[in-house]
């Protein structure tokens, strides 16, 4: 096919979509499809640490609480850090969706998660699952159904969107519990395979279907539109264009070293860095969870039935408290509300680990928990993107921004890897009363940090960032 040909094709495929962009129905459809492949994102990103204890019992032919299984969580979990690796490559994998369209990568990413679920599940030997959990870890970051959103709502009511699909997708991960409890038994650890069958058919069917409902989105329809449609000259006209642009902009480009520069010498986002490793470390409390309460469950202290309530339980308040952050950020300012959001990560933990370690209703757990990890993430949210942007002047800040999930990435490395000796050191039954220790106070410096040495920038005017140094 000669590329004349190749491209009269993509016209008339592209503008197929255009007009189907007018469609009555289309927008409600897509909405519906979206918020399905939402769902599926989240419950590949936590099918994994709801069945953790199981996984690694069925693995390694251990049971849960002895030496032998220390070692393997350890060890296992050590490896599995080093998986994240694959992280390196997501930021040019993600640029490719500006290249040849958004519609292809939210296919390949929906069905991804899937093949990356079924590897895990048909695995007999540790290296197929981690084969698979590579897959699932490359494919579920990339929120290609969150631009689809931004690039497809009236403007008007992409926040409202945004909100309401990540909301129900955070709901939807009481699933797990409900699937655990209906076709994973506790006396056969193997039937942990049997809480990623329902995902996996979602991922499958829904990917599918994106074929026949999802268009391209009207923003890269339009810009390709007009690609496609322009002569030879123009093409090589804003060819040149672009190049010379894209020349000015490696002149005014802030290099990785100076952002962090800038992030380490400036009062305000030296003290935001700080406060982000931080709370970044003291999310390794979120990759337990399971554990922490496997061992309550191992004491006597907590029934399989209150472990099945509070996994079918969190899910649903951490999505509401999720909702609600959003509107303290709004009525209250950035400073305030990240207090808020950090002392429920707190509290929140406090309350779940002294469940996972003494007689306490699972309802209770299971809200502290739910309202623990909703504040946490709604901090950290603020913290990478809000606070920071505003904290930082206009020619700098998508640099500085990256270079603070950077510092995320390295406090999230750290916890993990912490987590694991921790595992291997003083033993699974343990964990609540230590993770606990170590992380309480970290939250605790976080705040008081927050409090004392970060500013707010909820008034800020993003055009004339003021820095301080």
Known sequence: MTKTEKERKELEKLEKAEAFHGHRHYF??????????????????????AVDSFTICDLFNTTFGTAEYDKASGTLGLVTTGCY???????????????????????????GMGVGMLLCIISRSVPIYLLGTVIMTFFTPNDMQVIYIMECAPKEHRAKLCSITKGL???????????????????????WRNAFIVPIILAFVIGIAAIYFVKETPVYTKKRLQYLRSSEEEREANARAEKEQAKKEKENSVSV?????????????????????????????????????????????????????????????????????????????????????????ALGLAVFAYGCSFNLNPYIVGFAY????????????????????????????????????????????????????????????????????????????????????????????????????
Do not use: C, H
């Open 28 to 49: 409600a459809i897509l909405i519906v499809v979206l918020s399905i492949i939402y769902i599926v994102d989240e419950l590949a990103s936590n099918v994994r640490g």
């Open 85 to 111: 690796l694959i992280y390196l490559v997501s930021p040019f994998y993600k640029s490719l969706a500006d290249k040849f369209g958004r519609r292809i990568f939210l296919i390949i990413n929906t069905i």
């Open 169 to 191: 997708a955070l709901i939807s991960v009481s699933l797990l519990g409900l699937f655990i409890k209906l076709y994973v038994n506790r006396e056969n650890p193997a039937t």
């Open 257 to 345: 070293w100076s952002s962090f520069k800038f992030i380490f010498t400036n009062k305000q986002t030296r003290a935001i860095a700080l406060v982000a490793l931080l709370l970044a470390f003291a999310t390794g409390y979120t990759g337990k969870y399971q554990n922490m309460m496997e061992a309550g469950v191992t004491k006597g202290i907590m029934s399989s039935d209150g472990f099945n309530t509070v996994m079918l339980f969190y899910p649903v308040i951490n999505g509401i408290f999720t909702m609600i952050g959003g509107f303290i950020t709004d009525a209250l300012g950035r400073k305030k509300s990240a207090l808020i959001l950090g002392l429920w990560a």
């Open 370 to 469: 739910g309202f623990s990890i909703a504040g946490l993430w709604s901090i950290s949210d603020m913290i990478y993107f809000v606070i920071t942007s505003e904290s930082t002047p206009t020619q700098m800040r998508a640099s500085v921004v990256g270079s603070m999930q950077l510092l995320g990435m390295v406090g999230t490395g750290l916890n993990m890897v912490f987590n694991n000796v921790v595992t291997m050191t003083f033993g699974s039954m343990k964990l609540p009363l230590v993770l606990t220790v170590a992380y309480l106070p970290l939250m605790a410096l976080a705040l008081l940090i927050m409090m004392l040495k970060v500013k707010e920038t909820k008034d800020v005017d993003l055009d004339n960032v003021q820095v301080d140094e």
